[in-house]
């Protein structure tokens, strides 16, 4: 099964809602959701070595991600679906 990993500032914000919510909707993947990796990255290391795509919402963060390679950066909408 294909891993995702989103990397959302606070639970509960706007990063995490938007997650959770395209998450529900995409229930064919593995999803995993960070919080605040700049403080916590030694929590996020293992799920991002193992992510298949990685959902990186600032790219003030992509220093804090060892490979770029499958990130996608920005997933904003008003509305999920």
């Not at 998450?23 to 030694?42: E, M």
Request: hydrophobic share 45%; proline share 6%; charged share 20%.
């Amino acid at each position: 099964m294909t891993k995702i990993l989103w990397i959302a500032d606070t639970e509960g914000w706007a990063y995490d809602n938007r997650a959770k919510a395209i998450s529900k909707a995409l229930p064919g993947y593995q999803h995993t959701i960070v919080y605040n990796i700049v403080k916590r990255f030694d929590e996020a290391l293992m799920p991002l070595a193992q992510a298949d795509i990685i959902i990186c919402p600032d790219p003030r963060i992509l220093c804090f991600i060892p490979s770029r390679d499958n990130v996608v950066q920005h997933l904003n909408a008003v509305k999920i679906f």
